[in-house]
């Protein structure tokens, strides 16, 4: 088997205060720790096990700065082979289509089974960017993928749906699969394979190096338009039920009925 | 590389800020191994607190061994022996976030990794390193060390435990107790001590399954109550004779060579406690709200989670520093062709930093905890949340690996110790008082930072120098009597130590650029140098009253005065922008990770 798997190096915005710039159009990181996108941290699990379960190996793809590469050998260090890092500030990357026409022209020279991507990005989450990337490539994709079984020359994957539904697929490889979160549980980088991380090939390269004209994938080419962020403001609406026990009670189900939240 | 700065030198003269290590110097391999243990922490050690407060069974010993198998318990042990054999700074970084989630765990890893294991690796011979290391590498083995006994604490070499060759020449019998030994409980590798022939102190490798060792039951503790601490006894105890650890009667080297290496590590993981208590007391007072208002936002509240701030970066800058000090001076012995106790002895020369880290660390990590208490009010004395126990976790860091007063003693006494031998210039910094002093006479204090921070610093260390050598030539060797006079030096070497080593931190961080946050880091700095100015001074005055009279006594009060001549600045309005920077990280707002 052959892996490569895409992963963002975000914002963990849990921790701090979110604040949006002046501009208007950027968010003030200065606060924040970056590192792995959460989805993308399993889909690196599973890449791993897979290799660990039938062979093979594993590349690291990754758009990002130079900062990130501290994140791109931790996926090393869990037993990825070797990465590609693309930088270049030319790439409209608020947009997924872009984002993953760049991917595209990454991987597309190389020999590949398996893509797995997460499903979505802490940070904008758009949901899309694995999805895109299959199509520019031409190959099967599955979406929201909770459980991997590699068959012979296919896949099985288990799809999560709404309501905890599962849908099973099976695609023949070679295919793109965007990894959901709890899929497995990701394992901690050892000291040991950190320290084999600083030796394994980590490549930097940029839009010129893999032969994509900036034009298709610079701001002019997108379609979205990054026109404002802001902090939505905290609405509360609180309903009080009056009445006898009984009577609330009565109002309270019919509430959650009609609100189909039960 | 800049050449070795020696061991209390810094007190002597002014030091330069590249020839400091600090956290911004971290190298990927630092950050990503801070990154697994980070994660470790608080995802498989946090969510078992309670398990592991309440001594579930099995819960430390699988912890550990997770540890272990990520390389997280070896980081001093050599490779050739199953060891991840990383610098000091990793074994700082490991040490620090093995307290993030309170002391049990702490306690329990460090005295495993660190007087536990280190014995064995400086001191253990080539059979012994075979047999016992590739086991506490991973955890499979857990080690405990006991020195301490009824009638040997503070003064551990009057220990009572004898050994005695039994008549077929193959074991040492092993008679005594010792007690309060951390993992007592769950150890497989007890490192002790016993005086073969009640006479020549001697470290002994001792199984904990051998014929005649017993454990008592667990210790009723005010705190890191998921630590196991509990006596050993030794009964006809057979120690087969290959189990000698280091030479006969040396067993003093491996004691105090370990401690210092304890006492560093000690102080790294305050910083990780104190990181801690600044990341859940945050996040709480933001949500508390009292008057209308979330608590957080009181300026007394802000003046609290700045002044915890302030004492957390000067820690962290402290122990990096000092880990940063002994790498280079390993490397040095390791070009040399030195061997494992070579290095152990090495570090020696960094004894002073090393309790300075010690003491000051933990006083700080307490002050932490106690108003990290304070911060939740009523709920900070309950056990609903995690202030009150990090309160009760802290304080045994006072107590353990030498007490503070021992430490205390230590800091000037060795600096005195290593005067008389000239391995450090203090009689020729003392003698150049006089001129120090008339050259201040003129001088401008500087208006700007860091010129201002320099100035006083460096009239700080005049200072110490004003105090301990009046002190020293008034009593020469019997300055080891004048307990007082030797604790208020020592509080004086703290001070400036941890001053300084804000100071060329900032300046470094400075040097990257002006930012916010080189802004913060000198604001940090700034307001601990102008509070510690009249601490100082009243310090150096209480050394002197207690060592001078008369003309003499007059004479170093007009220099105190001149050396400690400042002009206060305005320490609120900096502080609030420190607490906003906490809330709004809400954490510790500098982790390098
Ligand atoms: C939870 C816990 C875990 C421990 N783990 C270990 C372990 O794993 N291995 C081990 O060997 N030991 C361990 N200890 C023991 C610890 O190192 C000792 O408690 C410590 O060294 C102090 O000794 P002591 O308790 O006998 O106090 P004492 O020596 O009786 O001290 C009492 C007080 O007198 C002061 N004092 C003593 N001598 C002087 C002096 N010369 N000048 C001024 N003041 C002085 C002390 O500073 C202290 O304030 C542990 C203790 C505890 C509580
Ligand atoms: C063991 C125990 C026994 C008690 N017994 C009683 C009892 O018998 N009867 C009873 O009525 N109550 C009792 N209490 C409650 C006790 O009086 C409250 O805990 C106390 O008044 C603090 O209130 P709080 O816990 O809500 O803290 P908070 O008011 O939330 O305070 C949290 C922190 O915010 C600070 N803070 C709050 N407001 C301001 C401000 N305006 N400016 C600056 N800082 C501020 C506080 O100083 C504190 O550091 C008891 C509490 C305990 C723990």
Same mark, same amino acid.
């Given at each position: 088997m052959?892996s490569?798997v895409?992963?963002k ?12 710039n002046p501009d208007g159009?950027?968010v003030?990181d ?17 890449? =791993? *096990?897979i290799k660990e379960? @039938?062979g093979? +190996? $594993?590349d =690291? *793809?990754?758009?990002?700065? @130079?900062?990130? +590469? $501290?994140?791109i050998?931790?996926?090393?260090? @869990? ?5 590609v890092r693309v ?12 984002v ?5 022209g990454?991987?597309k020279?190389?020999e590949f089974d398996?893509?797995l991507t997460g ?6 989450g758009?949901?899309s ?8 490539l031409?190959?099967?994709h599955a ?7 590699v068959l ?7 799809r999560?749906?709404?309501g905890g539904?599962?849908e099973v ?6 295919a ?10 990701p394992?901690y980088a ?12 980590l490549n ?5 190096d893999l032969g994509?004209d900036p034009?298709e ?5 997108s379609?979205v ?11 509360s609406a609180?309903?009080f ?5 009984d ?11 009609k609100?189909?939240l039960v | ?16 800020e590249?020839?400091?290590f600090?956290p911004e110097?971290f190298d990927d391999?630092?950050?990503m191994?801070k990154?697994t243990?980070y994660d470790?922490?608080?995802?498989s ?7 592991i ?6 819960v430390?010993?699988g912890?550990?061994?997770?540890a272990g198998e990520?390389g997280?318990l070896?980081s001093d042990i050599p490779e050739?022996y199953g060891g991840?054999?990383?610098d000091?700074i990793?074994?700082?970084i ?5 307290s993030l989630?309170g002391g049990?765990?702490?306690t329990?890893?460090?005295a ?10 400086f001191f253990?011979?080539e059979?012994q ?6 086991g506490?590498a991973t955890?499979?083995k857990i080690?405990s060390y006991?020195?301490t ?6 003064d551990?070499?009057n220990?009572?435990t ?16 010792k ?5 007592a409980?769950?150890?497989?590798v ?5 005086k073969?022939d009640?006479?020549?102190f001697?470290a002994f490798i ?5 014929e005649?060792?017993?454990i008592d ?9 998921g630590?196991s601490?509990?006596?050993v006894?030794?009964e006809?105890?057979?120690?087969p004779?290959?189990?000698m650890?280091?030479e006969?009667g ?7 060579n370990?401690l ?15 990181k801690a208590?600044l990341?859940?007391a945050?996040?709480?007072v ?5 008057f ?5 936002k009181?300026?007394?509240m802000?003046?609290k989670f ?6 957390t970066y000067?820690?962290?800058?402290m122990v990096y520093?000092i ?6 001076k390993?490397d ?6 030195g ?5 152990a002895k ?10 300075i880290s ?13 108003e990290g ?6 709920y900070?004395y309950g056990?609903?949340?995690p202030?009150?126990?990090s309160y ?8 353990f690996?030498?007490t503070n007063e021992?430490?205390r003693?230590?800091?000037p006494?060795?600096l ?7 391995e450090?210039?203090?009689m020729?910094a003392?003698m150049?008082?006089g001129?120090?002093?008339?050259q201040l ?7 700007e930072?860091?010129e201002r921070e320099?100035f006083y610093l460096?009239?700080?260390k005049t200072?110490?120098?004003?105090a ?6 008034k ?9 007082e006079v030797?604790c208020?030096?020592?509080?004086m070497?703290?001070e400036?130590?941890?001053a300084?080593s804000?100071?060329l931190?900032?300046k ?16 940090m700095?700034?307001?601990f140098?102008?509070e510690?100015?009249?601490k100082?001074?009243n310090?150096?005055k ?6 001078l009279e008369?003309e ?6 007009s220099?105190?005065r001149?050396l ?5 600045i ?15 990280a ?6 390098r990770?």
């Open positions: 052959k490569i895409c992963i190096y975000v914002p963990d915005t849990s921790e701090a205060e979110v604040k949006v159009k950027t003030d200065s606060r924040f720790s970056f590192d792995i996108n959460d989805a993308d941290n399993y889909a690196v699990e599973e890449s =791993v *096990l379960d @039938k093979g +190996e $594993v =690291v *793809l990754s758009i990002g700065p @130079k900062q990130s +590469e $501290v994140m050998r931790m996926a090393m260090a @869990k037993g990825c082979d070797r990465a930088e270049d500030d030319r790439i409209a990357d608020h947009d997924p289509l872009m993953a026409k760049v991917l595209a990454a991987i020279d190389k398996l893509i499903c979505w990005a802490d940070d904008y758009h949901m960017t694995g999805v895109a990337l299959a199509e520019y031409g190959v099967n979406s929201m993928v909770k459980k991997v079984e012979d020359g296919k896949v099985r994957a288990h999560e749906l709404e539904l599962m697929v099976e695609l023949e490889l070679p793109v699969l965007t990894i959901q979160t709890g899929i497995n549980e394992r050892p000291i040991r394979g950190i320290r084999q991380a600083q030796k394994k090939e930097v390269v940029s839009l010129d994509i034009a994938v610079g701001s002019e080419a379609q338009v990054l026109e404002n962020l802001y902090i939505p403001e905290v609405e609180a309903e039920i009056e009445g006898e026990p009577e609330k009670a009565d109002k309270l189900a019919s509430i959650l009925v609100g189909g | 590389m800049s050449e070795l700065i020696k061991g209390g030198a810094y007190l002597l003269g002014p030091v330069e590249n020839t400091v600090t110097d391999m630092h950050l191994v990154r243990c470790f922490m608080k995802n050690v946090e969510p078992k607190i309670d398990e407060e309440a001594m579930a069974e099995g430390m010993t912890l550990l061994r997770e990520l997280l070896s050739e991840e054999e990383a000091k990793t074994t700082n490991i040490a620090e976030c093995a989630t049990s765990f702490a329990a890893f460090g495993h990794t660190g007087i536990g294991t280190l014995p064995i690796v253990g011979n059979e390193k075979k047999k016992y290391l590739p506490l955890g499979e080690a006991a020195l006994e009824p009638e040997a604490g503070s551990a070499l220990c009572k004898k050994a005695v060759l039994s008549d077929d020449g193959k074991y040492y019998i092993l008679n005594g107790a007690q309060y030994i951390t993992n409980s769950w150890a497989d007890i490192v002790t001590y016993a073969i009640g006479e020549r001697t001792v199984d904990a399954d051998t005649g060792v017993s039951p667990e210790e009723k503790k005010m705190g890191i109550k630590s601490t509990c006596s006894i030794l006809n105890a057979k120690v004779v290959e189990n650890l280091w006969e040396k067993g003093h080297q491996v004691a105090f370990i210092n290496i304890g006492r560093f590590k000690l102080g790294a993981g305050c910083v990780g406690g104190s208590v990341e859940f945050s996040e709480y933001q949500q508390r709200v009292q209308n208002q979330p608590i957080a009181f300026n007394l802000k003046n700045a002044n915890m701030a302030i004492l000067l820690q962290e800058s520093r880990a940063g000090m002994i790498d280079k390993l040095e012995v390791k070009d040399s062709g061997d494992l106790s070579d290095i090495a570090i020696h020369e960094y004894a002073i930093e090393c309790s010690k003491v000051f660390c933990s006083e700080c990590m307490d002050k932490i905890a106690d208490v304070q911060v939740f009010g009523g900070g056990q609903e949340y202030a009150e126990r009760r976790d802290s304080r045994i860091n006072r107590i690996e030498g021992i430490n003693m230590l800091i006494g060795t005195l110790r290593k005067a008389m031998k000239n450090v210039p203090f020729e003392v150049g008082l001129g120090t002093l008339k006479k003129d001088a401008e204090m500087p208006q930072s860091p320099e460096n009239n700080m200072l110490f120098l004003l301990a050598g009046n002190a020293a030539q009593f020469g060797e019997d300055l080891t009597h004048e307990q030797l208020r030096l020592a509080d070497a703290m400036i130590f941890a300084e804000g100071l931190r900032a470094k961080i400075l040097a990257q650029g002006e930012s916010e946050e080189s802004k913060l880091v000198m604001d700095t700034s307001c140098i102008h510690m100015v009249p100082m001074e310090w150096a209480e050394v002197i009253a207690g060592t008369g003499e006594a007059g004479k170093a009060y220099g105190i001149m400690t001549k400042y002009e206060p305005n320490t609120y309005a900096p502080k609030r922008n420190i607490a906003e920077a906490v809330y709004d809400k954490k510790y707002f500098i982790d990770i």
